[in-house]
């Protein structure tokens, strides 16, 4: 009776421990394919022709007459046997998964050529007439754009190489889903939009209040800086002109979504870079200006410091490889936001302080400089401007910092400086009247 008891004991034992076990075993297997999944589609991109057989036939690689007659895959399958033993298990399954895995980096790639030729509307109109321009070494050569965006995104340049026309046929494709009918605005201009309104809070200030001020000659006179952006960015410009509101309801709800993507998951690690990039200004400026390099291998390498701090935190790395563009644009957002997080004006520190008091007095000293960039607070990044007033123009050069903080936001600086420069209040020294007596 007793052993009978201990052998159901026993066995109650099992079931409950099994389920846990085999949850356990599901989710590591799962975390195990996805990084199988990702090394064997890197060998098929590599390998098309023997793609193209085992894509038809998943059981080939069961196969050993097969597998002899192709080495590159008898050694990949060698030095990865994780791969071999989990598409040698399921052969039909695991190409199933590896097709939708495939599937969804060539919409990765689709989104980044489409970004480019957005931006590039003279080089989108002739490789759309024209996909084979890709392999001209003449036609590359002669637009440099198109040649550092193919050097720094070679999984799109290997798939617009192979098949030029297929591949320009489903960007077009792509870029058609892209538009939203009911919108009548495409994704990437909210978000080129979005971009400029985050490094201008002035402007974005002042058109989120009154989106009309767009096709308001004397406003763009007034703001080169987003002058030139309209100009540069004809598309954006048409579809804000024609409707501002509209424009600027859809831009603030982009930017509501882009504020919420992996908000939580990346705070600490947004942190981490922006501290990185602090303490390594010239690497930010390149990184701020173009996020893609961070996937140029020979970038990195020339910058070490970046190498190691890369290698030394992988959730960064991670984050800002997948998307590097949108992981940079929340950098800069959290900057932001340090910055005037710090004593309510921002800029906290000592030496920001000395910075804000040192342009304070300067202004002090010339009334006619302060009264016109007290009106319009952009003329410190107007070169025109600042070429006619060489006194100004010395200054910011002697005071490296101030000349930073001027360039990245002038309004704020500007406020906070002047507030620096007020002389505190003074309270009264004399005695108080002596008390009437009754």
């Excluded at 999944?37 to 890197?42: G, I, N, T, V, Y």
């Excluded at 908000?263 to 690497?283: K, M, V, W, Y």
Aim: glycine share 4%; charged share 25%; aromatic share 8%.
């Amino acid at each position: 009776m007793k052993h009978s008891i201990a052998l159901l004991s026993l066995a109650a034992l099992f079931c409950f421990v099994s389920p846990a076990i085999a949850q356990s075993t599901q989710t590591q297997d799962h975390d195990t394919t996805s990084r199988e999944l990702a090394s064997f589609d890197s060998f098929m991109d590599g390998h098309p022709e023997i793609a193209e057989q085992i894509r038809k036939d998943p059981s080939l690689v069961r196969n050993q007459e097969f597998v002899e007659n192709h080495p590159d895959l008898q050694r990949y399958l060698q030095q990865h046997p994780n791969v071999r033993e989990e598409i040698s298990e399921n052969p039909n399954s695991f190409m199933r998964q590896e097709k939708r895995f495939d599937a969804q980096e060539t919409r990765k790639e689709m989104g980044n050529l489409d970004g480019f030729l957005d931006t590039h509307p003279e080089i989108a109109e002739q490789l759309r007439k024209d996909p084979t321009l890709v392999n001209n070494k003449d036609f590359v050569s002669h637009h440099p754009a198109l040649q550092e965006f193919l050097q720094t995104h070679s999984g799109v340049a290997q798939e617009l190489r192979q098949n030029p026309n297929a591949f320009m046929g489903q960007e077009q494709r792509f870029d058609q889903r892209e538009i939203d009918p009911n919108r009548n605005a495409m994704r990437w201009q909210l978000g080129n939009l979005d971009q400029f309104l985050d490094s201008h809070p002035e402007i974005a200030e002042q058109l989120r209040k009154d989106p009309s001020l767009v096709n308001n000659k004397e406003f763009l006179e007034k703001h080169p800086a987003l002058q030139t952006y309209l100009q540069q960015h004809p598309g954006v410009h048409e579809e804000f002109s024609q409707n501002p509101d509209a424009f600027m309801r859809r831009e603030q709800r982009f930017d509501r979504q882009e504020d919420g993507m992996d908000h939580d998951a990346t705070r600490g690690q947004l942190a981490s870079a922006d501290r990185f990039f602090d303490n390594h200004p010239e690497i930010a400026e390149q990184l701020r200006k173009d996020p893609s390099l961070v996937n140029n291998k020979e970038f990195v390498k020339n910058h070490p410091d970046l190498q190691t701090y890369l290698q030394q935190h992988p959730g960064v790395n991670q984050e800002l490889s997948e998307n590097p563009n949108a992981f940079m644009h929340q950098e800069q957002r959290f900057d932001r936001q340090e910055d005037f997080g710090r004593n309510g004006a921002g800029l906290g520190d000592d030496r920001d302080r000395r910075e804000m008091a040192s342009f304070g007095e300067f202004l002090g000293a010339h009334a006619n400089i302060a009264a016109q960039i007290s009106k319009d607070p952009s003329l410190l990044n107007n070169k025109e401007y600042m070429e006619s007033h060489p006194e100004l123009q010395e200054y910011l050069k002697a005071h490296p910092g101030v000349q930073e903080e001027v360039k990245e936001n002038p309004q704020a600086f500007l406020q906070s400086a002047q507030q620096a420069s007020k002389p505190a209040p003074k309270t009264s020294t004399l005695p108080k009247s002596p008390a009437k007596q009754q």
